[in-house]
């Protein structure tokens, strides 16, 4: 099935091995990144021991929500082809066959679970777990309910935060976890408000295939913003939290990076708001220059608040 290149709906044609990677989301793996965030803010990544549990979990984590990915996909393909952008996606555009799918699927979270299975702790491969029956029940039933979907997205986030603990043994403070929870919500929120706002210029559209309609992007507008500055206010409130004095030499210079998370979070609106985004914020952030220099700059005040 990956013996040659094939033409997809729309004559163009696909190098198989090419498309299976496409199907894989490897951008999407950028969000696993989020593993390292216990052991970066406890001042341990650079340990041997925790930098090899990070990378493994990273990649672990990755093998089996690309075979999510791939699953998703293929319960999406008939309305994916539909789809203003969606319909490039391989199987959506037939560059793939459904019957490739549901092997490569499969052997992709089986991969990913031998991987954890041998090289990380038993806790790690019971996040895994509930990563995986998640994001299935999403994919079959979840994602169509209002706001549950949401709720549920801003969740797997928090899970791979929870899961890097899980992997390298360090806690994963509360503080960490309500931030997370409300950012991520937001990043869902967005995800859905980007995707309506696209198809607001299609006039036969009116919903998404997520139980959203077009109607509901101001309701989406409202909320996105909202969670997203709740998550800097529980940084603003950890920052004068007895917690930090434990970790950085000058608390008060964290400060700096609060403004930033705020721009951040204005600026991403804004773009979805002109439609000029994609419907996948994080994969919009991997490419956006001001992404890059607002963490490079987040960074830096990490690094001058811990050493003084």
Same mark, same amino acid.
């Given at each position: 099935?990956?013996?040659?290149?094939?033409?997809?709906?729309?004559?163009? +044609? @696909?190098?198989?091995? %090419?498309?299976?990677?496409?199907?894989?989301?490897?951008?999407?793996?950028?969000?696993?990144?989020?593993?390292?965030?216990?052991?970066?803010?406890?001042?341990?990544?650079?340990?041997?021991?925790?930098?090899?549990?990070?990378?493994?979990?990273?990649?672990? !984590?990755?093998?089996?929500?690309?075979?999510?990915?791939?699953?998703?996909?293929?319960?999406?393909?008939?309305?994916? +082809? %539909? @789809?203003?952008?969606?319909?490039?996606? #391989?199987?959506?555009?037939?560059?793939?066959?459904?019957?490739?799918?549901?092997?490569?699927?499969?052997?992709?979270?089986?991969?990913?679970?031998?991987?954890?299975?041998?090289?990380?702790? #038993? !806790?790690?491969?019971?996040?895994?777990?509930?990563? !995986?029956?998640?994001?299935? +029940?999403?994919? *079959?039933?979840?994602?169509?309910?209002?706001?549950?979907?949401?709720?549920? !997205?801003?969740?797997?986030?928090?899970?791979?935060?929870?899961?890097?603990?899980?992997?390298?043994?360090?806690?994963?403070?509360?503080?960490?976890?309500?931030?997370?929870?409300? *950012?991520?919500?937001?990043?869902?929120?967005?995800?859905?408000?980007?995707?309506?706002?696209?198809?607001?210029?299609?006039?036969?559209?009116?919903?998404?295939?997520?139980?959203?309609?077009?109607?509901?992007?101001?309701?989406?507008?409202?909320?996105?913003?909202?969670?997203?500055?709740?998550?800097?206010?529980?940084?603003?409130?950890?920052?004068?939290?007895?917690?930090?004095?434990?970790?950085?030499?000058? #608390?008060?210079?964290?400060?700096?990076?609060?403004?930033?998370?705020?721009?951040?979070?204005?600026?991403?609106?804004?773009?979805?708001?002109?439609?000029?985004?994609?419907?996948?914020?994080?994969?919009?952030?991997?490419?956006?220059?001001?992404?890059?220099?607002?963490?490079?700059?987040?960074?830096?005040?990490?690094?001058?608040?811990?050493?003084?």
């Amino acid at each position: 099935m990956l013996a040659s290149p094939s033409l997809s709906s729309s004559g163009t +044609a @696909h190098h198989p091995a %090419r498309s299976a990677l496409r199907a894989m989301r490897l951008h999407q793996w950028a969000k696993n990144a989020l593993v390292a965030l216990p052991a970066a803010l406890a001042h341990r990544i650079g340990e041997a021991d925790v930098w090899m549990a990070v990378v493994t979990a990273i990649v672990s !984590l990755g093998l089996v929500a690309s075979g999510t990915y791939v699953v998703n996909d293929l319960l999406d393909r008939e309305r994916d +082809a %539909r @789809h203003p952008t969606k319909r490039h996606r #391989p199987f959506a555009s037939g560059a793939l066959s459904p019957g490739f799918g549901w092997v490569f699927g499969p052997a992709l979270v089986g991969v990913g679970f031998a991987l954890a299975w041998v090289l990380l702790p #038993p !806790l790690f491969v019971g996040a895994l777990a509930v990563y !995986l029956v998640t994001t299935l +029940a999403y994919s *079959f039933a979840l994602k169509r309910l209002v706001l549950v979907d949401v709720v549920v !997205l801003a969740g797997l986030y928090a899970l791979r935060v929870l899961a890097g603990g899980a992997a390298t043994g360090i806690a994963v403070s509360e503080w960490l976890l309500a931030f997370s929870l409300f *950012f991520f919500l937001g990043l869902a929120l967005m995800k859905r408000y980007a995707e309506l706002r696209i198809l607001e210029k299609e006039v036969s559209a009116r919903d998404n295939g997520r139980g959203y309609t077009v109607e509901d992007a101001a309701m989406l507008r409202a909320l996105g913003p909202a969670a997203g500055f709740m998550a800097v206010l529980v940084f603003a409130l950890y920052v004068t939290s007895p917690d930090v004095a434990a970790l950085y030499a000058r #608390p008060d210079l964290l400060w700096l990076a609060a403004p930033l998370l705020a721009y951040w979070t204005m600026r991403m609106w804004m773009l979805a708001h002109r439609g000029t985004m994609t419907d996948e914020p994080v994969a919009y952030a991997i490419r956006d220059r001001a992404s890059y220099v607002v963490v490079a700059l987040t960074a830096g005040v990490l690094v001058l608040a811990s050493i003084g």
